[in-house]
């Protein structure tokens, strides 16, 4: 089966076709942009991606080696209903669908029970956290990793597994489509606003993914927020694990629900202090509080849940921190700029360059830097930059002068995450 992946170069999108490729199918794809996924997905032989999404050049593979499915991610129908691939291949009888149905079918076909890690936060460190777990006591694993990871592939599938690890977002409602076996709810705040207009939408849609799931491992807070009643089968969390030696509260925290969610279903059978051994060990993942060089740090964060916890985690390393922020997607900063205002406490200076802008709404006005700013209580450690070459000066005189510089990035191709690897 040839299975054709739109928006390849997406976290989501990109380990799935690893995936599918690993267990055998013809795979081939597409993105509008290039970037460092993209070339990721071709050093591991994907090859067969090309660069814009235009009707001829979709056509073309297609003559090639018919396609027998189109997996598009949610920004391709978002952004462009009428897209000329999925127009092509409706027009053509080729069968199309989001991830989730593919997924589910591949599942479904290899016998996978599903264990589905959803939250405001966390997500992919925990993710991450559940396959190291796994592969560390030789559990055969398969799974989806919206990030790098250096003890494996961000897709792999493994033909002796049971369970299969997914990040299951909530974008788009796509975490809904699914039935996991053993869901891990890291944590419920509010996001994705054009999706969920009110916060109580937003909790209601995680509500609904823990009826569709068998059993759930949850946090006491969030289960008094959502009003769930848990039953016999489900885990409620309320401690967080001192004997963890991870920096950073939020992963001490996503590696205890780790441990103790898969200890209750009975999917790991060690005892606790050895768990708790391999979870120490943990060698993090890429763009979370990752260390690009000697002072300098790349971080995904961008809600101001994760914004905060990257921040604390900076601290716990260095009392002298610097931020380097770019927000991801101006329609966001319509709803979270008032929270601005205490949420850089404790940063010693911070660089504000613009907004990441992706699926934007063309009717909002584009928040700049220095109306943002604005929003801050200390707004004197603040000023608006660009990636350019003054920001790389300031860069190197603060990491010269012993300050930890983090850059907060939650953008892809062109973002300011490739920015500082490029100048790292």
């Given at each position: 089966?040839?299975?054709?992946?739109?928006?390849i170069?997406?976290?989501?999108?990109?380990?799935?076709a690893?995936?599918?490729?690993?267990?055998?199918?013809?795979?081939?794809?597409?993105?509008?942009?290039?970037?460092?996924?993209?070339?990721?997905?071709?050093?591991?032989?994907?090859?067969?991606?090309?660069?814009?999404?235009?009707?001829?050049?979709?056509?073309?593979?297609?003559?090639?080696?018919?396609?027998?499915?189109?997996?598009?991610?949610?920004?391709?129908?978002?952004?462009?209903?009428?897209?000329?691939?999925?127009?092509?291949?409706?027009?053509?009888?080729?069968?199309?669908?989001?991830?989730?149905?593919?997924?589910?079918?591949?599942?479904?076909?290899?016998?996978?029970?599903?264990?589905?890690?959803?939250?405001?936060?966390?997500?992919?460190?925990?993710?991450?956290?559940?396959?190291?777990?796994?592969?560390?006591?030789?559990?055969?694993?398969?799974?989806?990793?919206?990030?790098?990871?250096?003890?494996?592939?961000?897709g792999?599938?493994?033909?002796?597994?049971?369970?299969?690890?997914?990040?299951?977002?909530?974008?788009?409602?796509?975490?809904?489509?699914?039935?996991?076996?053993?869901?891990?709810?890291?944590?419920?705040?509010?996001?994705?606003?054009?999706?969920?207009?009110?916060?109580?939408?937003?909790?209601?849609?995680?509500?609904?993914?823990?009826?569709?799931?068998?059993?759930?491992?949850?946090?006491?807070?969030d289960a008094?927020?959502?009003?769930?009643?848990?039953?016999?089968?489900?885990?409620?969390?309320?401690?967080?694990?001192?004997?963890?030696?991870?920096?950073?509260?939020?992963?001490r925290?996503?590696?205890?629900?780790?441990?103790?969610?898969?200890?209750?279903?009975?999917?790991?059978?060690?005892?606790?202090?050895?768990?708790?051994?391999?979870?120490?060990?943990?060698p993090?993942?890429?763009?979370?509080?990752?260390?690009?060089?000697?002072?300098?740090?790349?971080?995904?964060?961008?809600?101001?849940?994760?914004?905060?916890?990257?921040?604390?985690?900076?601290?716990?390393?260095s009392?002298?921190?610097?931020?380097?922020?770019?927000?991801?997607?101006?329609?966001?900063?319509?709803?979270?700029?008032?929270?601005?205002?205490?949420?850089f406490?404790?940063?010693?200076?911070?660089?504000?360059?613009?907004?990441?802008?992706?699926?934007?709404?063309?009717?909002?006005?584009?928040?700049?830097?220095?109306?943002?700013?604005?929003f801050?209580?200390n707004k004197?450690?603040?000023?608006?930059?660009?990636?350019?070459?003054?920001l790389?000066?300031?860069?190197?005189?603060?990491?010269?002068?012993?300050d930890?510089?983090?850059?907060?990035?939650?953008?892809?191709?062109?973002?300011?995450?490739?920015?500082?690897?490029?100048?790292?």
């Open positions: 089966m040839h299975i054709f992946f739109s928006g170069g997406g976290t989501a999108i990109g380990p799935l690893m995936i599918a490729k690993q267990a055998g199918y013809e795979v081939s794809g597409s993105d509008k942009q290039d970037s460092q996924y993209i070339q990721y997905l071709k050093s591991h032989g994907l090859d067969n991606i090309h660069i814009g999404q235009s009707q001829e050049k979709i056509e073309a593979v297609n003559q090639d080696l018919p396609i027998d499915w189109y997996v598009y991610s949610s920004a391709v129908a978002i952004e462009n209903p009428n897209a000329p691939e999925l127009k092509y291949c409706q027009q053509n009888g080729i069968k199309t669908s989001k991830r989730d149905e593919f997924l589910n079918h591949f599942i479904d076909e290899q016998n996978l029970k599903l264990i589905a890690i959803a939250g405001t936060h966390g997500k992919t460190t925990t993710t991450a956290m559940v396959v190291w777990l796994l592969k560390q006591l030789d559990i055969p694993v398969s799974y989806s990793v919206g990030a790098k990871i250096p003890f494996g592939d961000m792999e599938f493994s033909p002796d597994s049971e369970y299969f690890v997914l990040e299951a977002d909530e974008f788009d409602r796509n975490f809904l489509a699914f039935h996991p076996y053993l869901s891990l709810i890291t944590g419920i705040d509010w996001d994705h606003h054009e999706i969920f207009p009110s916060r109580a939408n937003y909790q209601e849609a995680f509500a609904d993914f823990i009826d569709n799931s068998k059993h759930t491992a949850i946090w006491l807070d008094e927020t959502i009003g769930f009643k848990p039953r016999r089968s489900d885990c409620v969390i309320n401690s967080h694990g001192t004997k963890l030696k991870l920096v950073g509260e939020v992963n925290q996503d590696a205890w629900q780790v441990i103790v969610g898969l200890q209750y279903q009975g999917i790991v059978k060690k005892d606790l202090s050895e768990l708790i051994d391999i979870m120490n060990r943990f993090g993942l890429s763009r979370r509080f990752e260390k690009l060089a000697d002072n300098f740090y790349t971080d995904y964060a961008h809600t101001p849940a994760k914004i905060r916890g990257c921040i604390q985690t900076a601290l716990e390393v009392p002298n921190v610097v931020i380097v922020y770019e927000p991801l997607t101006n329609r966001r900063q319509h709803f979270i700029k008032d929270e601005y205002k205490d949420l406490t404790g940063v010693k200076k911070l660089y504000w360059v613009p907004s990441y802008l992706a699926r934007e709404d063309p009717s909002q006005e584009v928040l700049s830097p220095l109306e943002l700013i604005e801050m209580d004197q450690i603040a000023e608006p930059a660009e990636l350019n070459e003054e790389k000066k300031h860069i190197d005189e603060h990491r010269a002068a012993g930890l510089v983090v850059c907060i990035s939650g953008g892809g191709g062109g973002s300011l995450d490739e920015w500082a690897r490029l100048n790292s």
